[in-house]
């Protein structure tokens, strides 16, 4: 059946609910049009009966204002969320009113603690203040009011969902008004100089996100229709809406935890032209030639993206050495063997690899997005994980870059060093892999491992690093609370917080800024709100060492006790008897959040085969 | 669109409003579920179905979605 088709049979049966989980398998090949009507439909869905069925399906509420009717952007939005795997609760503000709900604490906007605010704005609130007629000079002056006014909301603003502004457009039929083509430079640059500001908010303030909506429209969506925007005051077109939602989809992912990590490639066809194994190193296209350009071109792209952070694998079908020599030694090539984290050459089929991948990285496999030309092995890998994004590319390599790019689907709100060295921190880890399987047992491993660590307050500086970490991490999380880098500022100024990073390296190098621990002061008693380790660095006897120092610390600053919890999810039972493995009494447990406690009566050591190298200073009367 | 069964049908699949035929012609403060909001996504879907332009201000006006058929299959 067709996936809209069966989305309405679902919908008019009244099985939408329970088949919430389908939802993003149907609308993974939908054209944009067909995306809006599905999320017209699962706009309807009873969320209640969402959460009840599928209680793993994370909810992400997202508050809407702006200028003009902006009721146009709850369907696309709800289906790209659902496409995304969240269950989006979308709270369209009222009419007009995105002054006092951006600059109002208690604005209705805030309800439901929204992890995105969207403050949908176009040129209609610059030209809305301007007189019948106007003169270039009036434009400017109202222009350069609406950017201040925006700058002062994003100043005075101070929740802790992610703001989400845009670039205004300037279209023609503007610009047409002014009949000589002076002014209409004049307001031209006017204009640009007053996107660059709105821009430069994003680089300025944590937390705001600015979309550029040039970049959008560039695409090919037409800005608006002239009866939409003149009668209902909704001055954007559904098409340009959708582009809009596609963008916020992205960050959505990023801020509720889900964004991608691993690249994963076929070679043959996708990464260069030719089969191989059939035409050798000689014969590939890889450059110079029309096809060869196009290839060059992705590889550049899949290169670029490995430098900022994603862990770049190949996975083909091949014998190894052909394809290990065509990337050491190929002289045109453009991707090279030390831009993969891994490079797999065999005849297995492919989705075993990406677990295997997934493992040895210590990532789930809903971290991987796997491009592919071969619709057979595409579909193979869609079936037997469906966590995985595919990305079906064709014989047209000019598309690649299209495809590989348009769902952003290793979007962040902010990239930090720690991510650009991403990529060789886990090459070492493969490297400690193989190191560790020359030892007899584990504890021998850590001997020779030589792991240490540094265990000290975060600073203002670490602020993003550590609110990535929150978001990052799945597995070792044990309360799963994500921080944006505004909420962890905030904890560095609270006098009974405490933020502390862990930082580790061992005898192959370090490994950087690997985990936090955030400590609250309630009383005589301690509590860990949370407790955050990377994936990468877990079972080495990091966290029973950073554990042991913070009982240490508190019955240093006079604490009588220590309180934790653990907060199921999908992905952190791992971790649910942390606590209780490491001294922890459990004392209760409500709606599946188990709570622990530490006497203090008997502190335990740190692991014997870890060092600790700076231990923090407990300093007044904060933990 | 010759029938108010397929109106009807468009009601439900493409604005996701669970109205029955007998609600066609009662007021639009009377539909269950209704909202202006829905307004502008029937006007597209009309439009989209029959190939012709719905005048905007008329269809703003409508008292009833069976006014609104007629709007749109006239």
Known sequence: ?623 | MNTIDEFVALLHDEVGLPVSADDVETGLDQVPGWDSVHLLTLMMALERRTGRTIPMPELLEAPSLGHIYRLASA
Request: proline share 4%.
């Open chain 1, 1 to 623: 059946m067709e996936p809209l088709v069966e989305l309405t049979a679902a919908h008019r049966s009244g099985t939408l609910a329970d088949r919430y989980s389908d939802v993003p398998a149907l609308l993974s090949g939908l054209s944009d049009a067909d995306l809006t009507r599905a999320g017209q439909i699962l706009s309807t869905v009873d969320r209640r009966a969402v959460r009840e069925r599928h209680p793993a399906v994370p909810e992400l509420r997202v508050a809407v204002t702006g200028h003009g009717t902006l009721s146009g952007i709850v369907a696309p939005l709800t289906a790209e969320l659902a496409r995304h795997g969240l269950l989006p609760d979308i709270r369209v503000g009222d009419y007009g009113t995105y002054v006092s709900d951006l600059s109002s604490p208690l604005s209705a906007l805030h309800d439901g603690d929204p992890k995105l605010v969207l403050c949908v704005l176009t040129h209609h609130a610059v030209f809305e203040q301007v007189p019948v007629p106007w003169r270039v000079e009036d434009a400017v002056a109202a222009l350069t009011s609406q950017v201040g006014l925006l700058r002062g909301l994003v100043a005075r603003y101070d929740g802790s969902a992610t703001l989400v502004l845009n670039t205004l457009p300037l279209p023609q039929s503007v610009l047409a008004r002014l009949v000589d083509h002076r002014s209409r430079a004049r307001l031209g640059a006017a204009w640009r100089e007053a996107n660059a500001e709105l821009l430069r908010l994003s680089v300025e303030h944590t937390g705001v996100v600015v979309l550029d909506l040039d970049a959008l429209l560039a695409g090919g969506a037409a800005l608006s229709e002239p009866r939409m925007s003149g009668y209902a005051k909704a001055h954007l077109t559904p098409e340009l809406l959708g582009a809009y939602a596609r963008q916020v989809g992205h960050l959505a992912r990023a801020v509720s935890g889900r964004g991608k990590k691993v690249l994963a490639v076929d070679l043959d066809e996708t990464v260069w032209g030719g089969v191989i194994g059939e035409v050798g190193q000689e014969g590939i296209e890889v450059a110079d030639t029309y096809r060869g350009e196009a290839f060059a071109a992705f590889q550049g792209v899949v290169k670029q993206l490995a430098s900022q952070g994603v862990l770049l694998a190949a996975v083909s079908k091949n014998d190894l050495a052909p394809v290990l020599d065509a990337l050491r030694t190929h002289p045109r090539m453009t991707l090279r063997e030390e831009d993969f984290v891994r490079v797999v050459a065999d005849w297995r089929v492919k989705h075993e690899h990406l677990s295997q991948l997934a493992a040895d990285l210590n990532l789930g496999v809903d971290s991987i997005v796997f491009v592919d030309d071969n619709p057979f092995e595409c579909g193979l890998v869609r079936h037997a994980l469906p966590g995985v994004a595919v990305v079906q590319v064709d014989a047209e390599p000019a598309l690649h870059v299209e495809k590989l790019l348009r769902d952003g689907w290793f979007d962040a709100v902010e990239a930090t060093d720690e991510d650009r060295a991403r990529p060789a921190r886990y090459r070492d880890e493969l490297v400690r892999t193989d190191f560790l399987q020359s030892f007899d047992s584990l504890e021998d491993y850590l001997a020779e491992l030589g792991v240490r660590v540094r265990f000290e307050p975060a600073t203002a500086a670490e602020a993003a690093r550590v609110s990535q970490m929150t978001l990052r991490t799945n597995q070792f999380n044990l309360t799963t609370v994500r921080l944006q880098q505004a909420d962890v500022l905030r904890l560095l100024d609270d006098r009974d917080a405490e933020v502390l990073v862990i930082e580790s390296g061992d005898r192959f190098g370090d490994n950087g800024l690997v985990g936090a621990v955030f400590l609250r002061r309630e009383g005589d008693a301690v509590r860990i709100d949370n407790f955050v380790l990377s994936c990468r660095v877990f079972a080495r006897g990091i966290e029973q060492t950073c554990l042991a120092e913070v009982l240490r610390r508190a019955a240093a600053t006079g604490a009588t006790h220590v309180l934790a919890s653990h907060r199921p999810t999908a992905k952190n039972h791992g971790v649910g008897e942390f606590y209780p493995r490491n001294g922890f009494t459990p004392v209760g447990e409500d709606g599946g959040v188990r709570e622990f406690r530490h006497d203090l009566a008997d502190i335990p050591t740190g692991h014997r085969h870890v060092r600790l190298t700076a231990a923090a200073t407990p300093e007044g009367s904060t933990a």
